[in-house]
């Protein structure tokens, strides 16, 4: 992805002043923040001391940017004008109230307010930290339930759809490289042998008491913002997968990513474990916001959420891996395989703590 033009899309927005769309904006400071792996993100400072976040759009990700930036415009501006008591950060806008620029090179750009004194945290280091973070998640999708789900525009299609994450293992066991196929035959076969996670996907999306929802669809700790000085939750961020989804996809994400002791990319499934305050933290904190807007049978089954994710992410794991790597960046040869492993042996994990703790019959 080109980067070399974050000079001209930074002076593109720094120039606008609502009423005069041309204003010199004097000399102007530009620092890289987060890691860049999706979306280079900088934040701007202006002579003026006003400062705002610019945001490079991955179109390798992100095929059609401005469907990205639509989605977001809408749910911002029925934050704005329903009053829905949740914060998203403003959009800012360059020439002719444009919030999405496209650069000299064809690199498409958006911007924006910087959200002052706030951290975030790659990693839940309490349950008050994930309960607090599911929460959020839950009050995003809570507050949107009055809106039209229908107008949000689909990036990236079938993202969390079980189904088609099934029939991509079985193509990758077909088509995928023998010598690979071959070693990851012990984990096809234990996630075939789930294959009743893939039914109760196809139940849930063909009937109307499992909606479709205002989904955030990348809900991890990392796109929470935290106040500095109280701790507490500032806003959520980084909407660029903002879509209609069902209700498990947010939740089963943080359950993935926080309630387990180590992440996807641990080397000893041995000591994989569920740790109960934050599993239990991240549903409470969860049911909290999201109880009353939930159907009876999304309540009934809302233990299935993590069961359901980290199902899926162990299929796309095991998948890239036969087909050779060619979506997941690799630091090593296995290490899909690795990724694979991993996330089946957290959902077996999971599967016991269910058994055990909440006497689900799975």
């Known amino acids: 992805m080109k980067t070399a033009d974050h000079h001209e899309a930074a002076f593109a927005f720094a120039s606008y002043n609502a009423g005069l769309c041309k204003l010199a904006p004097g ?10 792996l999706i979306n280079h993100t900088y934040q701007v400072t202006c002579a003026s001391g006003h400062s705002f976040l610019l945001q490079q759009i991955n179109k390798n990700v992100f095929t059609n940017p401005r469907d990205v930036q639509d989605n977001y415009i809408k749910i911002w501006r029925y934050s704005e004008f329903e009053s829905i008591g949740l914060k998203l950060p403003s959009p800012c806008y360059h020439a002719k109230l444009n919030s999405l620029y496209k650069d000299s090179n064809g690199e498409y750009w958006r911007a924006f307010e910087f959200i002052k004194d706030s ?3 790659s990693i839940a280091k309490t349950p008050q930290q994930a309960k607090a973070t599911a929460k959020a998640f839950a009050k995003f999708t809570s507050a949107f339930k009055g809106f039209d789900v229908d107008t949000l525009k689909i990036i990236i299609p079938d993202f969390h759809n079980v189904s088609y994450r099934y029939s991509e293992m079985e193509n990758a066991e077909k088509k995928g490289r023998k010598d690979l196929i071959e070693k990851a035959q012990p984990i096809v076969k234990e996630l075939k042998d789930r294959e009743r996670y893939l039914h109760f996907y196809e139940v849930i999306t063909s009937t109307e008491e499992f909606p479709l929802r205002v989904m955030h669809h990348d809900a991890k700790i990392a796109n929470v913002l935290f106040n ?18 069902y ?12 309630a387990c002791n180590y992440d996807e990319n641990f080397l ?3 000591k994989i474990k569920i740790r109960k305050a934050y599993y239990e933290s991240i549903i409470n904190g969860y049911l909290s916001m999201m109880e009353k807007d939930l159907t009876a049978p999304e309540k009934k089954y809302i233990h299935y959420s993590g069961l359901l994710m980290i199902y899926m ?31 089946l042996t957290l959902l077996k994990r999971l599967e016991e703590y269910l058994r055990s703790e909440h006497k689900l019959k799975i």
Not at 228 to 242: A, L, N, P
Not at 317 to 333: P, Q, R
């Open 228 to 245: 500095k000085t109280t701790g507490r939750v500032s806003c959520i961020v980084d909407f660029d997968t903002v879509m209609p989804g």
């Open 119 to 121: 951290v975030t945290h």
């Open 313 to 343: 992410q162990a299929m796309r794991f095991i998948s890239d891996f036969m087909n050779g790597s060619i979506y997941y960046k690799v630091e090593y040869a296995g290490q899909n395989f690795d990724r694979a492993l991993n996330q």
């Open 27 to 36: 000399k102007i400071n530009i620092l890289p923040v987060g890691n860049g």
């Open 268 to 270: 000893h499934p041995e």
């Open 247 to 258: 209700f498990f996809s947010d939740l089963g994400d943080m359950i993935r990513s926080m």
